[in-house]
């Protein structure tokens, strides 16, 4: 018997060709013997290869990259649970839109269900998660399949890249010898011409004149700016600010914020502590995502809302009187503008919003600027001075309270602070390898993590150690979960909500960064937390901070303070 299949290396040459020549770029590739073939092909490739070992962290490394780049990255495992480590990551690919091209390596029909070693049902693994499943033939040698190869790889990347974007799972199976040799690429098949050409979506001129007829008499409006990328729709998001009056709410995910005076971003906090007092607007323009803020969502659950979704998708969870336009942002709204022109202008309503977004403003610089003692809000609050020897810098913000902090004490980070978070699952996993990845395209990332959510991906550090990768890494240690100390499960008794909402760890992680080889710096004061930033921030590789702030209770109180209660 051959002890080195050149079948296999024709078979995935082409396949690998085909994929470069689709716009693929980065491959990330987990070890194992049964995938050797998909990683000897990776490996000898012009493909931007990493290898890491900890499939569960890998593959949100291979979706920071995806998520930075918006282009497909391949993601390779052998057999077995390996594969199925990827689910975590594929999950959070598929509801915000990542383009991934998943390979997982097989064994042959004949094995599957024997008894076999490290052998899984791998069809449709992902189930629902994924945009498209091939199990994928075994070579053969045949001109056919290199076609097939050929086809199959500018599929997957289109598939993968279409709108809207997402994960597609390749399942490779393999027979032994697994050892590869692959043939002179000149007598590969040229890729050829794109096989795919995507329509182009324009927005349906009747669903315009549907939702001016809807918007007709409305003076008294929002327009909300989501999570997504926003900057192309923003001059016309402007316009259409100034001809209907209504303000703009810039969600810090939308990454407006401090682009234009008339954005504004400080709903969270205005409506933690004056919902109630403060009229409702009748209609809603939102582009993109739901906003983080649930304070907003709630707001604005009985307002008539219009999404502009140009990522061609349903997400709209308070379920109220909505009319969704799909299609780019900039061109439906200009559309809009058009078709809302001599629109009734309330311009005490346009006031009344920018005289609150400048009350919280003075509000809080009146109650953050000079404390010292530790609490939350003061890392977000000064985020942007502190970051400054950095910027303009990626900063990647784990869920729970970092993304809600942000949200209410970031405001104005303008061009120098580009804001990403995996918001598709709002999970606390993956969080450090997601930003690790943004790294590995960007040069630099800042990762403001909590906890829980550092503790759930420690692994994802080697990615840093290993490629030498530049992030500043801020852990906020409230030592456990603080977002349930804003949940209605706070008012249970203990031990019932510590043992199991608090959950605290007595961990502290200097070791964690000794094992990375990170320069560490262990803080608790607001000054001594902003010494460390400003010193650590300008040197190369992985810098680990870790905020000891106040307890979880005590960030509540501080919350409340700033949101206007008494304390
Ligand atoms: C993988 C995963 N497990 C559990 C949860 C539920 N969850 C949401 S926030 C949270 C606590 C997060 O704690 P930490 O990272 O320390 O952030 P903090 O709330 O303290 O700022 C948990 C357990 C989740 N979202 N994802
Ligand atoms: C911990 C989980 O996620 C929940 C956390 C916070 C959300 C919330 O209610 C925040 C409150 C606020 O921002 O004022 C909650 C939600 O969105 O309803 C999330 O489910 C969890 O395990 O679900
Ligand atoms: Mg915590």
Redesign the pocket.
């Known amino acids: 018997m051959s002890t080195q299949s050149s079948e296999v290396g024709r078979y995935l040459a082409q396949f690998v060709i085909s994929l470069e020549h689709s716009g693929v770029t980065h491959a990330v590739i987990c070890p194992g013997s049964r995938s050797t073939p998909l990683s000897l092909a990776l490996y000898a490739s012009h493909l931007k290869t990493y290898v890491l070992m900890d499939e569960r962290s890998a593959a949100f490394f291979a979706l920071g990259i995806a998520k930075n780049l918006r282009r497909p990255t391949l993601l390779v495992s052998t057999s077995g649970t390996a594969a199925a480590n990827f689910m975590p990551a594929v999950v959070e690919a598929f509801w915000s839109h990542v383009p991934l091209i998943v390979l997982t390596a097989d064994r042959p029909p004949e094995l599957r269900d024997s008894g076999a070693a490290q052998t899984i049902d791998q069809i449709r693994l992902y189930g629902s998660h994924v945009k498209w499943f091939q199990d994928m033939p075994l070579a053969d040698g045949t001109e056919i399949l290199d076609r097939f190869a050929n086809i199959t790889a500018q599929r997957a990347a289109i598939t993968a890249q279409q709108n809207p974007a997402g994960p597609v799972h390749l399942n490779f199976p393999f027979r032994e010898p697994l050892l590869t040799v692959f043939p002179d690429p000149s007598t590969l098949l040229d890729p050829g011409p794109a096989r795919i050409i995507p329509a182009q979506e324009q927005p349906d001129p009747q669903g315009i004149l549907l939702v001016a007829q809807w918007l007709r008499h409305i003076s008294q409006g929002f327009i909300v700016a989501g999570p997504g990328h926003m900057a192309q729709a923003l001059p016309a998001m402007l316009r259409l600010s100034r001809q209907l009056g209504w303000p703009i709410w810039a969600d810090p995910l939308s990454n407006l914020r401090g682009l234009d005076p008339a954005i504004l971003g400080t709903h969270d906090a205005i409506l933690r502590a004056h919902a109630a007092s403060l009229p409702t607007p009748q209609a809603v323009i939102r582009i993109g995502a739901p906003p983080t803020?649930?304070?907003l969502n709630q707001f604005i659950a009985q307002s008539l809302l219009v999404v502009i979704d140009a990522e061609n998708s349903y997400r709209e969870p308070m379920l109220q009187e909505a009319q969704i336009l799909q299609g780019s942002a900039d061109q439906v709204l200009d559309e809009l503008a058009t078709a809302l022109s001599n629109q009734t202008v309330d311009p005490a309503w346009h006031h009344l919003w920018q005289e609150q977004d400048r009350g919280m403003r003075a509000q809080l610089a009146q109650r953050l600027a000079s404390v010292n003692t530790p609490n939350e809000p003061s890392l977000y609050y000064h985020l942007v001075n502190w970051l400054a020897p950095l910027e303009p810098v990626d900063v990647f913000v784990s869920n729970?309270m970092p993304i809600?902090d942000v949200d209410a004490f970031t405001l104005n980070p303008g061009r120098q602070l580009r804001f990403w978070a995996n918001r598709g699952a709002?999970g606390i996993d993956g969080v450090t390898s997601t930003a690790l990845g943004m790294s590995a395209v960007q040069g630099q990332v800042v990762l403001i993590t909590g906890d829980l959510a550092f503790y759930h991906d420690m692994n994802g550090l080697l990615a840093a150690k290993k490629y030498g990768l530049n992030a500043l890494i801020i852990v906020v240690n409230n030592d456990g979960?603080g977002?349930?100390s804003?949940?209605p499960q706070s008012q249970l008794a203990e031990p019932t909500f510590e043992a199991l909402f608090g959950t605290p760890h007595g961990l502290t992680f200097e070791h964690a960064a000794a094992l990375y080889h990170a320069a560490y710096r262990h803080t608790q004061t607001v000054e001594e937390l902003k010494a460390a930033i400003q010193d650590l921030a300008p040197l190369p590789g992985l810098r680990i901070i870790e905020w000891h702030t106040a307890s979880r209770q005590d960030n509540v109180s501080w919350h409340a303070f700033l949101w206007g209660d008494p304390v």
């Open positions: 803020s649930k304070a729970s809600r709002n979960g977002i349930f804003f949940l």
